[in-house]
């Protein structure tokens, strides 16, 4: 499998705080690759870089062979780059259905003119965008409260409408930065569950998380971050038994689901 | 037509025909003038609200677009001869042309740059207003403005303008709320709400700030032109920062993100200044301390009061 997203060497610090040094990751189509770390080991760094919300010092991203550094956010989207964030950004007073649809932006093209024109062209768009976005809300269960405010929303419900936004443009590329984090285990199974079938579709996943639970369950392959450095890379079941990895635990294995 | 649609049409349809039977109660000129002011003031304040109600960006300087409108259409047409109507659209162009060399770098900046901008760049069309006197008539005015025409017959009566003015309204609540209920309308409630996630979500997050401002400031220059086509002279007081803080005010007072609530705002301060002497003596202070106890005490509105609602960018509207 030939990588989707390519990190090379990427450098951020932020005041005397190194949060990433020299960061090499690869992530591949239809596959997860889960970024795991300790807090403040540099994963959403990494992630915001990638995703054009911070500027890093030194390194290259490349997204199917184009650099995407420096690129405006909204252009990762039409590129096919989308991302989910750890603290819920949802639109609150819009409902769950124009979340969605929000989400459609990308794949979507009329703009001020033809919509305050109401041209044929945008009416047949509109509902392409409208159906696309109810399918999404049943793909993730929330087509019940699809006329609710999203603030309104249950916590797990808005974590899931994140995920349908950043689905519903078609992408190749999801980063996810913690989906699960505060939801049971009931709803973070349910997520994992999810996750797999996006994957399934051939949309590659970089999955931030501190579940190692679901981490180890659904991922392909785990690279992990301390201290903003990559200490170990390889599947799940290399990662559980890496010597480094454990000590960076603390020997904490057992609560984090590593078994030595 | 979506549910929301019908509603939208069906409130415009209710609008339109009390429009048209209001001049059979309204025969007084002087009230007719009134009515023209308001709907002069709900076109600026339709535009203002896409800007200040959707986008979240506030303008303090409405006024000088309002104001560049009635000055360039009015000069145009008075002192170079050019048919109104061309006069009326050649100033929208070039003060689109104007909202976009002030939107572009201020809208680039986190943070509400663009009050300062604006209200730096209506203080500066005021003085030009009053310093170009060659051109402009200076303090005492412009004046010999000829009235628009329709088919040929010229639009100088209060019941003709009357007929104009409310007809450009309807037009621009259609146009914005087609706006609003758009892709485009989404994106620029979700640049609001939650900026990160909508760039991540491909909303162009400047480009679109830029672009709503522009078509305020166009709805504002279209309202000028018609007044001064309308009255014939017009003077700079007209046209000050205290006109553009009234404007942003019946937008706050009717709702922001409410396309009707420019409407009801509008309508209600319009006419205090003329109704109530005491008011309209000490107008700017009127309209500061209005906007002060809204802010304070109603800040979704008198519509999204009346819906029992709590503040929502647009989420509301209609």
């Known amino acids: 499998m030939s990588a989707l997203l390519t990190i090379k060497g990427l450098s951020v610090r932020f005041g005397g705080v190194q949060a990433l040094s020299a960061l090499d990751l690869e992530a591949p189509a239809g596959a997860i690759t889960a970024l795991i770390g300790p807090n403040g080991a540099g994963k959403t760094t990494a992630i915001n870089c990638v995703s054009g919300v911070v500027a890093p010092d030194a390194g290259r991203v490349s997204f199917d062979g184009q650099e995407v550094l420096g690129l405006a956010g909204h252009k990762l989207a039409c590129l096919g780059l989308t991302r989910t964030f750890q603290n819920l950004q949802v639109f609150g007073l819009m409902n769950a259905l124009e979340n969605v649809m929000v989400g459609l932006h990308a794949a979507s093209r009329g703009g001020f003119a033809a919509a305050m024109l109401r041209l044929p062209l945008l009416r047949r768009e509109e509902k392409a965008i409208r159906e696309r976005a109810e399918e999404m809300l049943s793909f993730f269960g929330l087509e019940k409260v699809a006329h609710q405010p999203a603030e309104e929303l249950a916590y797990g419900d808005q974590k899931r409408l994140e995920l349908a936004r950043a689905l519903a443009g078609r992408p190749r590329l999801m980063l996810l930065d913690e989906p699960v984090a505060g939801l049971n285990a009931a709803e973070t199974h349910e997520i994992g569950g999810l996750i797999v079938k996006i994957k399934e579709q051939g949309i590659g996943v970089v999955l931030v998380e501190h579940d190692m639970g679901l981490v180890m369950h659904v991922s392909d392959q785990v690279a992990v971050l301390s201290g903003g450095v990559l200490i170990a890379q390889g599947t799940p079941e290399e990662i559980q038994q890496d010597p480094e990895v454990l000590r960076t635990y603390l020997g904490g294995g057992e609560e984090f689901g590593l078994v030595a | 037509m979506s549910a929301q ?11 339109a025909a009390v429009l048209a039977l209001l001049p059979l109660v309204v025969t007084n000129p002087y009230y007719l003038n009134v009515l023209n002011v308001v709907a002069l003031n709900v076109l600026v304040v339709t535009g203002l609200n896409l800007l200040i109600g959707y986008a979240g960006q506030i303008s303090l300087g409405h006024a000088a677009f309002f104001g560049l409108g009635a000055y360039i259409s009015g000069i145009l047409s008075g002192s170079y001869g050019w048919e109104p109507w061309t006069a009326l659209l050649a100033a929208a162009v070039v003060v689109a042309v104007v909202a976009l060399v002030i939107g572009l ?6 943070g509400n740059y663009l009050v300062m901008a604006t209200l730096g760049f209506n203080l500066i069309v005021s003085v030009l207003m009053v310093q170009l006197d060659d051109i402009t008539g200076g303090p005492s005015g412009y004046t010999g403005i000829p009235s628009l025409s329709f088919f040929g017959a010229p639009i100088a009566s209060d019941i003709s303008f009357y007929w104009l003015a409310w007809g450009a309204v309807l037009v621009g609540l259609i146009l914005a709320r087609n706006l609003v209920h758009s892709r485009v309308g989404r994106g ?49 007081a007209t046209f000050d920062i205290f006109k553009s803080v009234e404007l942003v005010t019946m937008c706050i007072v009717g709702g922001m993100g409410s396309l009707w609530g420019g409407l ?19 107008k700017d202070i009127f309209f500061g301390g209005i906007l002060l106890v809204l802010l304070i005490f109603l800040p979704q509105g008198l519509v999204g009061w009346l819906e029992g609602k709590r503040v929502r960018p647009g989420g509301r509207a209609f």
């Open chain 2, 5 to 15: 649609g019908k509603k939208f049409f069906g409130c415009l349809a209710a609008l």
């Open chain 2, 105 to 110: 770098p201020t809208l680039r900046l986190e």
């Open chain 2, 188 to 236: 620029l409630k979700a640049l609001h709400e939650a900026p990160l996630a909508a760039a991540a979500s491909g909303v162009p997050i400047e480009a679109y700030k830029v672009k709503v401002f522009v078509i305020s400031a166009v709805y504002a220059s279209v309202a000028g032109s018609l007044y001064a086509h309308y009255y014939g002279i017009i003077t700079p």
């Open chain 2, 264 to 282: 009801f705002g509008a309508a209600l301060l319009t006419p205090m200044p003329q109704l109530l002497a005491v008011v309209e003596e000490y």
